[in-house]
T-cell receptor
Framework: DAKTTQPPSMDCAEGRAANLPCNHSTISGNEYVYWYRQIHSQGPQYIIHGLKNNETNEMASLIITEDRKSSTLILPHATLRDTAVYYCIVKNTGNQFYFGTGTSLTVIP | DAGVIQSPRHEVTEMGQEVTLRCKLISGHNSLFWYRQTMMRGLELLIYFNNNVPIDDSGMPEDRFSAKMPNASFSTLKIQPSEPRDSAVYFC????????????FGSGTQLSVL
């Protein structure tokens, strides 16, 4: 049940902003957008989530379009340690997380 | 807090043997999730507990798999008998009741069934 579409891979220069897109055109009104990432050989790590307003925390910013059909995760100053697979997940609160294939981000020195 | 702790880190066994994977939750967390990750299928949710009670086990592949929470801080995932197609990385994750949207994952158990 693929509720989100992400590019399979992206590159970003170290120190630049990494902008990771996610399409979720069938999102319903009470579904949130979540982002997790998985660094090689580790378990996934929570990054950020939002409903319709843009969100920012110490890790990243989440920009959700007004129609909520797509969003962008922004890592403002990518470092080599940000190389990971990034998962965009859409779900209702209380439902379970189903991870897709994500975007493999490579930060290049 | 040490985070979610899984053991063993690596397990190599022969087909037909019983395998037990262990998970210690973060203190105070009430929900426990077991996931399996393979190249072919990605991350799959196997089972979810809340307050020691299994809530959703629809992802458990078949009767060879069983999971328990004998107490609030510990869980096991057992495979008996194991098969080569069970080879995968098994993750457990926990979350607190007051912030269920943040899952905290362990480092995983790399299982190889020969």
């Amino acid at each position: 049940d693929a509720k989100t579409t992400q590019p399979p891979s992206m590159d970003c220069a170290e120190g630049r902003a990494a902008n990771l897109p996610c399409n979720h055109s069938t999102i319903s009104g009470n579904e949130y957008v979540y982002w997790y990432r998985q660094i090689h050989s580790q378990g996934p790590q929570y990054i950020i989530h939002g409903l319709k307003n843009n969100e920012t925390n110490e890790m990243a910013s989440l920009i959700i379009t007004e129609d909520r059909k797509s969003s962008t995760l922004i890592l403002p100053h990518a470092t080599l340690r940000d190389t990971a697979v990034y998962y965009c997940i859409v779900k209702n609160t209380g439902n379970q997380f189903y991870f897709g294939t994500g975007t493999s981000l490579t930060v290049i020195p | 807090d040490a985070g979610v702790i899984q053991s063993p880190r690596h397990e190599v066994t022969e087909m037909g043997q019983e395998v037990t994977l262990r998970c210690k939750l973060i203190s105070g967390h009430n929900s426990l999730f077991w996931y399996r990750q393979t190249m072919m299928r990605g991350l799959e949710l196997l089972i979810y507990f809340n307050n020691n009670v299994p809530i959703d086990d629809s992802g458990m592949p078949e009767d060879r798999f069983s999971a328990k929470m004998p107490n609030a801080s510990f869980s096991t995932l057992k495979i008996q008998p194991s098969e080569p197609r069970d080879s995968a990385v098994y993750f457990c994750a926990s979350s607190p009741d007051n912030d269920r949207e943040k899952l905290f994952f362990g480092s995983g158990t790399q299982l190889s069934v020969l």
